[in-house]
C-alpha cells in the first residue's frame, strides 16, 4: 500500500474515532458510536497488515487468535458490576505495552526508522523515555485501581508521614532521568526511568481512597491515552498519535468533569487519600439514635399511593444485579399512573456513568434518566425517593458537616422527598467511610435487605 494511501485510510480511521467518541457522549447515540469506532478500528488494522513494513504474519495471527479468545471469554463472562474493575485492567495493558514497544524501539532502532544502536535521534529518545514513563506509572496504578474495586486491596488510603516529600523526589528523579537519558541514550537510565515509574504508579494510588475511585479510572483512562501517543510519535504512526491524543484528553476532560461533582481538585485527589472502607461497624453508626424500619409491602402501599417517585441508584443496586427488578417496579409504578425518574449522581458506583450502563442493560427509557443538576430541584416535589444502595451520594453531612471528608461534594437531595425509601443491607456507612444522618431523618424508612430481594418483594406487593 502506498504512503499517500496509507495516510488516507488512517485519516478515516481517524475520523470514525472522532465520530464514535462523538456518538458515545450521548445514550441515545452509545451504539452508533460504538459500531463507528469498530468500523475505524477494522480499517487501522487493514491499514497496518497492509504495510510493506511487515515482517511476519504468522506472528500477527498469533496475538490475534491469543488475545481475541482472550478477549471473548471475558467479553462473555464478565458480570456488568465488575467492569470498573475490567476497565482499570485494560488500561494496565495499555501502560505495560507502551513500555514494552518503547523498549524494542531501544534494542531496535533500525526496525522504527529512528535512527541506529547508539545513534537513535533525540527527539524519539525524549518520546520514547516520557512514554515509557507514563506507561509504567499506568500499568501499576492501574493494577492498584483494579485490586481496589475487586476488594483484594482495602479502599481505605494507604497514607505515611512523607509520602508527597517522597512522590516529589521520586517524580523529580524521573524527570532528570529523562534528561539524561536522551542526551547520552545510556541503557541503565532508561530501565531506571521504568522502574522508578512503576514505584510511583504504587505510591500515587494507593493513597487514593475509595471515593475516589470514579475519578482515579477516568484519570488513568488519561494517562493511557497519553502513553499511546508518546509511543505514536516514536512510532510514526500518526494514527496513534491521534487516537492517544483523543483518550488522553477526554479521560482529563472527564476526570475534571468527576472531580467538579466531587467537589474537589483534580490535585487533591492525585496527592491526597480520602475516604475509608465500606464497613462500619452498626452499633458505632447508630448509638442511642432509632430509625424507623419498613418492610416490603410498606413501600409498596407509600409508593403505589404516590405521585411521583425518583429512583436513586447506587453502587448497591450493581453489586446485587437489580436493575432489571428496579426497571420492572417502575413499570408497574407507571402503570399505576405513578410519574416515575431516575436520578443519577456523577459519582455514583465505581466508574464514570457506571449507572448509566446498568440502567441502559435494563432498557430504562433514556428520557426517565437524568443527571444531579437536572433534577435536583424535583425532589421537593416527590412525593418518594427510593435509593437503592447508594449512599455518600446522597449523605446530608456534605452540605451541612464542615468537619465532614465529603463537605462541599454535591449530593443529590433526597432528604427533601416527603418520604425517603432506603434500601441497604445495614447500617454501615458507605465507600467513603462516612455515616450517614439520613437514615434516621424523620421521613425516612430504612428497607434492610438484599437490594434485588427487596425490589422482586415490593413488585410482589405492587401486584
Known sequence: MSENLTALAYLIAAICFISALRGLSSPETARKGNLIGIAGMVIAIATTLASPNVLSYSWIAAGILIGGAIGTVIALKIQM??????????????GLAAVFVASAALFAPEAYGIGTVGNIKTVSLVEMSIGTAIGAITFTGSIIAFAKLQGILSGTPLVFTGQHFLNAIIGLSTIALVVWFSTSEAY?????????????????????????????????????????????????????????????????????????????????VILGGFGGGEEVNAAQTTGDRTVRRGSAEDAAFIMKNAGKVIIVPGYGMAVAQAQHSVREMADSLKAAGVDVAYAIHPVAGRMPGHMNVLLAEANVPYDEVFELEEINHEFTTADVAYVIGANDVTNPAAKNDAASPIFGMPILDVEKAQTVLFVKRSMGAGYAGVDNELFFRDNTMMLFGDAKKMTEEIIQSLD
Open 188 to 268: 541503565w537510565a532508561y530501565w531506571m526511568i521504568v522502574a522508578l515509574a512503576l514505584v510511583l504508579g504504587f505510591l500515587i494510588i494507593l493513597p487514593i481512597g475509595g471515593a475516589d475511585m470514579p475519578v482515579v479510572v477516568s484519570m488513568l483512562n488519561s494517562y493511557s491515552g497519553w502513553a499511546a501517543c508518546g509511543i505514536g510519535f516514536t512510532l510514526g504512526n500518526t494514527l496513534l498519535i491521534i487516537t492517544g491524543a483523543l483518550v488522553g484528553s477526554s479521560g482529563a476532560i472527564l476526570s475534571y468533569i468527576m472531580c467538579k461533582g466531587m467537589n474537589r481538585s483534580f490535585i487533591s
Open 81 to 94: 458490576t465488575a467492569l470498573p474493575q475490567l476497565v482499570a485492567a485494560f488500561h494496565s495493558l495499555v
